[in-house]
Each structure stands twice: as C-alpha cells, then as structure tokens.
C-alpha cells in the first residue's frame, strides 16, 4: 500500500498540468462553435470544429487546423469568449478587470469593457487609468447612436428593408467575397458590425450562414458608398484604412504597402470600372497588370494572392516564368505562425 501512495500523489499533482481547462467548466467544451480563444487570448472567428485533437476552422477564404494544445476554448460567440476569460481571472484584482476591459474594447463588446471598468474601478477607486477609460467611454457611450445590445454577443439581423441592386460584374463581386469580405471582417467588423462605427455599416459574416448572401450585398453596398468616384485615392474606404479612427488606438491596416491594402486599392479600380463602361477606364488595377508594383508587406491575416480574375502571372525579361506571388490568405501561413515547428 506504502508503494501506491507516491503514485497518486504525483497523479494528483500532474493533473492539473494536463488537464484541459474545460475539464473545470464543461460548459466551455464544444464540438462545434463560431470563436476560438487562443492559448494567448486571441480569436480566431469562422465555422469552428472539434476534430480529434485539433481544431479545424473554415472561413470563406479557406480552411486552417489548429493544435488543441493552442486552444483555451470553443465559443459559439464573443460573449461567450469573454464568460470564460472571466472564469480564469482574478475578478478581485483591479488590473485584471482592466486587462478584461481591454480585450472586450478590443473585440466590440462595449457593454461588457464598460462593466470591467467599473468593477475595477470599485475595487480600487484611485486607479488613474480606469478613471480616464471610464470618462472615455461613458462619453463614447453618450456619443454613439443606438445599437443592437452586443450583450447577448448574438450576431446583429441584417436589416429588413431592401437591399441597393450592385451592378458589378462577376469577377468583381467574386474578388469582394473571397479577398475583400474578409479584410473587413478581420480589421473592420469589432466596430462597424456592432453599432460603433457611425454611418458604415457592416454585417457580421460566418460560412455557411444562410444570411451570407444578403449580408454580403449589405456589406458590398456600404463599402461602395465609401468609394470617392472623382477621386479613388482619397476614398474614405482606403484613407482610413491606414489611418486613425473612433475609438482605435492603431489603424486597420499597417500601411498602404500591405497585401491587404493593396487589395482593396484593386477591388476599388474594379469597381470603377464596372460602374463607368463606356466613359474613360480607371487604371488597371495593378493586380492584372504586367507592370511591377512596390512589394507588399506580408500580412498575417492578409492576402495579396493571384490575380482576382484568374490571370496567371507576367512572364520576366528573359522568358522564365514569374514567381507566383504570395498568397497572404494561404492558410499555410497561418499553420506557419502558429506552429513554426511543424
């Protein structure tokens, strides 16, 4: 008997080193979900399953596989997400509060920062910085139009009254679906699909949602009342793309060299052209042109691919084929970053 006790304690104290987090809060352990929260507390949001020991994630640009041992848990929505951040905090501690707070700013959930702020600031009332975050957002709270309560973290309805006819041709709307669509959800959609980004506004979009078809003509129309015909470059689309705005501390996008903005920039041309056929064409979008172009900053969760209409790469100087180029939504980049190992 003497022998089996070592045994058990070291079970006992291993066990809670292996052990999954939701082996404490079943709640939280899905076979299938829209958010998975990271071992570092990020998200990655999509179509999301369970399969063996890894989570395969499904988004309309294509399908990644994440390691288990990288998940914190499988959520059906952000709320959720942050119900179980909450459950790994110290609730008592003013900073954590704050680190919550952070984190629900960060992903949209304005109600639930608000709520964080303030039990910080119960806990410790002095605390300078949640005193300036709470005038902050109380005066962002005043400011802001009436929302959907992101409380519920239930994606917002597509409105009912009768979507704008787009007359773009097919290579356009397929570039907007596959490439664009997603920038905006990634870079966008925390605070134009929650009821904080003013007049442009974007709807949540999941794969495989019923709603996707009117949701995307929804989000194509508002991008395209962000496109200044006279003058592309100063389209508010792109400029603030780059820029500061509302209540981000960064821009969406790092810089106009980037893949993904150089996307856009090209669905933009696109666009112009099918909405101005007979008079004088916009530039090519560099994209399916053969002239070079400044090389773009790698995106983690960009995408510069292959021409959006199918074309092949220009042929170099000497008669070699091009390199293809990089494909920023490749979902081997992806498996790159999260697992340089493999």
């Known amino acids: 008997m003497m022998t089996k006790k070592p045994f058990l304690w070291a079970v006992v104290l291993l066990f809670p080193a292996w052990a999954p987090l939701w082996a404490a809060n079943p709640q939280f352990h ?20 369970h399969v063996g020991d890894q989570y395969r994630v499904r988004r309309t640009v294509g399908e990644t596989w ?108 397929g570039v907007f ?14 605070c134009h699909a929650t009821g904080r980004g ?3 506004k974007l709807v949540r979009v999941y794969d495989d949602d019923l709603s996707n078809h009117r949701a995307t ?20 689309l792109l400029m603030r793309a780059v820029s500061v705005h509302g209540e981000a501390e960064q821009p969406p996008l790092k810089s106009r060299q980037t893949a993904a903005y150089h996307i ?34 790698p995106m983690g969760t960009g995408n510069s691919g292959a021409a959006p209409g199918g074309g092949k790469p220009a042929a170099q100087a000497d008669g070699s084929p091009a390199a293809s180029p990089m494909d920023p939504f490749d979902p081997g980049i992806f498996n790159r970053q999260m697992h340089p190992g493999s």
């Open 217 to 236: 003509q929804q989000n194509m129309t508002a991008v395209l009342a962000q496109i200044n015909r006279d003058h592309v470059a100063a389209s508010p």
């Open 198 to 200: 003013g007049a442009f």
């Open 66 to 173: 994440v390691p288990g041992e990288q998940v914190l848990c499988l959520c059906d929505n952000l709320a959720e997400a942050h119900a179980f951040l909450r459950t790994r905090t110290n609730l008592r501690d003013a900073d954590e509060r704050l680190r919550l707070a952070r984190w629900c700013q960060l992903h949209g959930l304005r109600s639930q920062a608000l709520e964080e702020v303030k039990a910080a600031l119960a806990l410790n009332p002095n605390h300078a910085e949640a005193q300036r975050w709470l005038r902050s957002l109380e005066r962002s709270a005043a400011l802001a139009p009436a929302a959907p309560a992101s409380h519920s973290g239930e994606k917002p309805e597509p409105e009912t009254g009768p979507v704008s006819a787009i007359d773009l041709s097919a290579p356009s709307l």
């Open 30 to 49: 899905k076979a299938k979900g829209h958010v998975l929260v990271l071992e570092n507390e990020r998200v990655l949001e999509g179509d999301i399953e």
């Open 264 to 297: 856009l920039e090209d669905w933009v041309k696109m666009a112009m052209v099918d909405a101005n056929p007979e008079g004088n064409p916009s530039p090519t979008p560099a994209l399916f042109s053969s002239e070079p172009r400044p090389a773009a900053e």
């Open 177 to 190: 679906t596959s490439r664009v669509q997603p920038i905006l959800m990634n870079t966008c959609a925390s």
